[in-house]
């Protein structure tokens, strides 16, 4: 049998800085630049504390379309309909719900929650939160946040010397982002994921208005886009902040 010869499939051209801002002006085209902008979406979370114990052995029997794995994982994990759902069941009493959106979240926690008292269960439904971030990218360019927020102040809120990033206001909705110096992005307070398309088609062509020069200061080192942990740190700071909480 003679071997198989395997086929070298090409790698996708990275586009020229010209051809992508001619995208950024045109947001039709959002899906086709996505991968280009290390675009990634978060799912909608609700999470409440229900001040009450669950015996998650036994709930595992009880409901359907639920596993519980203590040998892997602390937390109950429940799929539901109506609305579709994901729900994590911790035995201290922590709920968290992914939906397609916000309202949908929030509606699946609060039927599950009814299904936790009609099994003899006392749970209390207070203080729901939800997930400050809806999505991160990175622009491949650094931003002048001095000029963007000289252009647009009436939307930005700019001081360095307090914080890191410029923080941009939609001007008819609650949606922030979070826009550092070398490109990357944070949207927040979409309650649905054509919010966030909407969103973020709104600040590219703005964003694409004041491309600036790489800097290597001791600023821009410490925020390198490859720089794994600072997202995930700037994401929690951004959900534990009461500036960048929900509440209902």
């Not at 379309?65 to 609305?83: E, G, I, K, T, W």
């Not at 035995?91 to 299904?115: M, P, W």
């Not at 609650?174 to 944070?186: C, T």
Request: charged residues 20%; aromatic residues 12%; contains cysteine.
């Amino acid at each position: 049998m003679s071997p198989v010869k395997s086929i070298a499939v090409p790698r996708p051209r990275t586009p020229t800085d010209s051809e992508v801002l001619s995208i950024y002006k045109d947001v039709s085209k959002l899906a086709n630049i996505e991968r280009h902008l290390n675009l990634l979406y978060r799912p909608f979370t609700c999470f409440v504390n229900t001040k009450s114990r669950y015996n998650l052995v036994e709930m595992e029997q009880l409901i359907s379309h639920s596993r519980y794995d203590p040998q892997r994982h602390m937390a109950l994990f429940v799929n539901r309909l109506m609305p579709v759902s994901s729900l994590k069941i911790y035995a201290n009493g922590n709920i968290y719900c992914q939906g397609y959106s916000r309202k949908s979240a929030r509606r699946g926690l609060e039927n599950f929650v009814e299904l936790l008292r009609s099994m003899g269960y006392h749970p209390s439904l207070h203080l729901l939160k939800f997930n400050v971030v809806n999505a991160t990218f990175c622009m491949p360019f650094h931003v002048d946040l001095g000029q963007l927020h000289q252009q647009h102040n009436t939307y930005t809120i700019y001081n360095p010397k307090r914080q890191p990033f410029l923080t941009y206001r939609m001007p008819h909705n609650l949606i922030k982002f979070a826009i550092f110096p070398m490109g990357y992005v944070y949207v927040m307070f979409a309650a649905m994921p054509g919010h966030t398309k909407e969103a973020i088609a709104h600040i590219l062509p703005v964003l694409s208005r004041f491309k600036a020069p790489p800097r290597q200061d001791l600023g821009d080192i410490t925020m390198s886009c490859g720089d794994i942990d600072f997202k995930v740190l700037w994401e929690k700071e951004f959900q534990r902040e009461n500036d960048f909480s929900i509440e209902w």
